[in-house]
């Protein structure tokens, strides 16, 4: 298919064009976010290959047009030659003079046989002075117009100008010596046009000018794929750390490729580490001193009392003295509860891993907690349709669904269900227990998996067991979650990672 030229180099221009508007959108946008790293190397690649492309195109057009004039003058050269000869040799058969031959050739028409099969040929006879004798294309007023012409008088010298002399701007010229018996009678001169060579060179350079483009084009689309494969793992690396940066301590890494990217990601990892360990000392110190103010305060009136008031009466000791023993369980409670936090969140459980089927662990759970259903009424129901083997550690994830159904269990009523269903979905297994109690405070839904925070109104629980189930959660590579809550009950999920 032939494009016309015209069409063609407006396509052309309409491509750069939008390439450039393309650049000048990302650089604007950049002045406010930043440039990113792959578009850093798709326009300094596409600026590069640019300007190489152009700088080697403009050589080939250089030397193309260099080699036009080479070639028109070595064919102008080679018709002076024939026309010499053809002249010589009629002045030597006949024995006419220059004049008398240029006369005959012109009659018979001879010479205009280069000029009617070559339009841009121009062939002229000079006598032994200068003076033309014959022009094929028009004959010249000035006789003398080209007497002085380099070429002419290397030729009135008995000798060939070699190189090639251009005659205005798209025409060569080259002479030859009429060599009649070694004498110099006169020149043969034709002058040969350079512009059919440079409308090859301009339908040429639209193509050339198309290659440069699909070379740019394509040296852009090769930098926009290499700055993704340098910026994909770093752009990874970064959504880590602000998951981590909002509370996310379990965020998985992306796998490193690379040496640069797997020392960023070791010294990221390494920082996460001393300072989740920080966090995680720092936390439970402000947390065990701010919950142990009220049972120590509790103990310190009661002692004060059985001190100051009422040794002598029986019943009012017994009082204080249960009111003591309860504070003190339950700042043990409160102490192996935040322990048991503490270990999670500083250590994690990639030590202790194994493979376990996951209703084992779950009826584990329901045993243990049996108990506690019984006394307030509450069935407890369990649904694994399959096993479900993952990877974790037994005790943690047995402790986690204990807490789960503790937590339901505290919000139901007599004769209430509280149903466990195991699933797995792809690479994550999952624990849903849900009850029928009246919901989660609205105000608490985003908080209920932190520390002390809790809804009921008696006194029972540390407030930290379904803290320790996102802590469990997050160890095992899941999440803990509120699936759905209000007055038809609450469901949480626990999610973890089967591998």
């Known amino acids: 298919m032939n494009i016309p030229r015209q069409e063609a180099l407006l396509i052309i221009g309409t491509l750069f064009l939008a390439l450039v508007v393309f ?147 798209n025409t060569v010229a080259a002479a030859v010596p009429i060599l009649v018996k070694n004498e110099v009678a006169g020149v043969a001169r034709v002058v040969k046009s350079t512009f059919s060579m440079k409308e090859v060179l301009a339908d040429t350079a639209p193509k050339v000018a198309l290659l440069a483009l699909i070379l740019a084009g394509s040296a852009v689309l090769a930098g926009l794929l290499i700055g993704q494969a340098l910026g994909s793992p770093i752009e990874r690396l970064t959504s880590a750390a602000q998951r981590v940066a909002k509370g996310e301590r379990q965020a998985v890494l992306p796998v490193p490729h690379g040496r640069e990217v797997k020392a960023l990601t070791a010294a990221f990892e390494s920082m996460r580490s001393e300072l989740e ?67 999670l969140e500083a250590g994690g459980v990639a030590d202790s891993k194994n493979e376990l089927e996951l209703s084992e662990v779950s009826r584990g759970a329901i045993d243990d907690v049996e108990i506690h259903a019984k006394n307030r009424g509450v069935q407890l129901r369990l649904d694994a349709r399959e096993k479900i083997y993952i990877l974790g550690d037994a005790r943690w994830i047995k402790r986690a669904i204990e807490n789960l159904l503790l937590n339901a269990i505290a919000f139901s009523a007599e004769n209430d269900v509280v149903s466990i269903q ?52 997050e160890a095992h590579g899941g999440k803990a979650e509120v699936r759905a809550t209000g007055h038809g009950g609450t469901t949480m999920a626990l999610t973890l990672r089967r591998g």
Do not use: C
Not at 35 to 63: E, H, N, P, W, Y
Not at 119 to 144: C, H, M, P, W, Y
Not at 298 to 318: C, P, Q, Y
């Open 277 to 343: 360990q920080r966090h995680a000392v720092e936390s439970w110190a402000a947390d065990l001193s701010h919950e142990l103010k009220n049972p120590v305060a509790s103990i310190r009136a009661a002692a004060e009392v059985l001190e100051d008031a009422v040794i002598n009466d029986a019943k009012a000791a017994t009082q204080f003295s249960k009111r003591i023993s309860q504070s003190a369980e339950k700042m043990d409670a409160l102490l192996r509860d935040l322990l048991s936090l503490a270990k």
């Open 422 to 473: 195991l699933a797995q979905d792809g690479s994550n297994a999952e624990v849903v227990v849900g009850d029928n109690g009246p919901g989660i405070d609205p105000e608490l839904l985003d908080k209920v998996f932190n520390r002390f925070v809790t809804s009921r109104k008696d006194d029972a629980g540390t407030g930290l067991g379904l803290a320790i189930v996102r802590a469990v959660a």
């Open 23 to 169: 650049a000048l959108v990302r650089l604007s946008r950049s002045r406010k976010h930043g440039i990113s790293l792959r578009m850093q190397v798709a326009l300094t690649l596409g600026f590069m290959t640019t300007v190489l492309t152009a700088t080697f195109a403009a050589i080939i057009v250089d030397r193309f047009e260099a080699r036009t004039v080479v070639f028109a003058h070595r064919a102008a050269l080679d018709d002076a030659r024939v026309v010499s000869e053809l002249t010589a040799r009629s002045m030597e058969i006949y024995g006419v003079s220059l004049r008398q031959g240029s006369k005959m050739l012109e009659t018979s028409r001879i010479l205009y046989g280069f000029t009617t099969t070559l339009e841009d040929t121009r062939v002229q006879l000079l006598d032994a002075q200068g003076s033309i004798l014959f022009d094929s294309l028009s004959f010249s007023l000035d006789k003398n117009a080209v007497q002085n012409r380099p070429e002419v008088q290397m030729a009135l010298d008995g000798k060939t100008d070699d190189v090639a002399r251009p005659v205005g701007d």
